[in-house]
């Protein structure tokens, strides 16, 4: 899998010197033209775990944005109003997350966002405390994390 992404690597930046282009628009469309000729390329063999980790790391990467955004315009329109609509709770979310790879990413995923804050990690590992601004419905915000970030983020490292 490594190689695979080395190679797409290698055969976008030849593509870039081929164009004589360098911005990131060209890069980015080497790589998913060289992406693509490589899928192509190789779809008898038995490998293929490359090509099914790239749409769901983009996947991954736009579901952590749009929640991104919806957090910023949360916040942002309870700082510019004048009451506020906290209501500001710690949950223990039960998580599926094993490896330290996984929690630290989930950890950190729902740190980054806006409104939450990841406290702790159960000495069992299988509960992360987190900090949340605007809870309104205990199970619906773990739902939200197991069935959002989580599961997107473990479809992606295992």
Avoid: C
């Amino acid at each position: 899998m490594q190689r695979r992404f080395l190679l797409n690597l290698l055969f976008s930046i030849i593509w870039v010197a081929i164009t004589g282009r360098l911005d990131f628009v060209n890069f980015a469309f080497g790589f998913i033209l060289s992406y693509l000729i490589m899928w192509a390329v190789t779809a008898g063999e038995e490998d293929q775990k490359y090509f099914k980790l790239i749409p769901k790391a983009i996947g991954l990467t736009f579901y952590f944005f749009s929640e991104l955004l919806k957090a910023n315009l949360q916040v942002a329109f309870d700082v510019s109003t004048p009451h506020y609509f906290m209501r500001p709770a710690i949950i223990a979310v039960p998580i599926d997350a094993e490896s330290d790879l996984e929690i630290t990413l989930l950890a950190n995923f729902i740190t980054l966002t806006p409104g939450t804050l990841s406290l702790d990690v159960s000495k069992d590992r299988k509960t992360l405390y987190v900090h949340a601004m605007y809870l309104t419905d205990k199970q619906k915000f773990i739902d939200h994390i197991k069935n959002g970030i989580e599961k997107r983020l473990l479809e992606l490292t295992r």
